[in-house]
């Protein structure tokens, strides 16, 4: 029951730090293309990863813009609500890892580690998660209804 507490906890503290993000970055004005020079000129991101955010990211600036403020929004949301906890916390692995490489390092370690806790713990998510809630609502009317009409 700690377990299910604890992991109740970090996936919601984990939804709301996302949420949070991804709207402060949609409102506050969040350009990707100042991030593209920093990651060109900084020392310690991999070449691939500057090649990358060179060739495509700063060709397609509209689009990964509004991906990392939607995809922050959309992680944040889902772990909130507990609606495919597992897949937002593979996300939002993706979106830490990538913040490390582009050598943001803040609180990115932590919330990676969050992340990765969540995915160790499928099973458990799973059964704080809305949907299951909603699969136990759906068994018990289920239920109900073939004793209704088994008479």
């Known amino acids: ?6 992991l109740l906890i970090i996936r919601l503290g984990s939804g709301f730090y996302m949420l949070f993000q991804g ?4 409102t506050g004005g969040f350009a990707i293309d100042g991030l593209v020079s920093v990651i060109k000129e900084n020392q310690d991101s991999p ?9 495509v990211v ?11 403020q939607l995809g922050e929004i959309a992680i944040g949301l889902s772990l909130i609500l507990g609606v ?22 803040f609180t990115y370690p932590i919330q990676l580690f969050f992340f ?3 995915l160790m713990n499928k099973e458990i998510i799973n059964s704080i998660s809305l949907n299951h809630f909603i699969k136990r609502k759906q068994l018990r009317n289920d239920e109900n ?4 009409y088994s008479g």
């Open 1 to 6: 029951m700690i377990s299910k507490i604890i």
């Open 23 to 26: 709207y402060e970055k949609l």
């Open 47 to 55: 070449r691939w990863f500057k090649f990358f955010f060179e060739a």
């Open 58 to 68: 700063a060709n397609h600036l509209e689009i990964f813009k509004w991906m990392v």
């Open 84 to 105: 495919l906890s597992y897949t937002a916390s593979f996300f939002g692995v993706f979106i830490m890892l990538n913040y490390i490489l582009a050598d943001m390092i």
């Open 116 to 118: 990765i806790i969540i």
């Open 145 to 148: 209804d073939s004793h209704t």
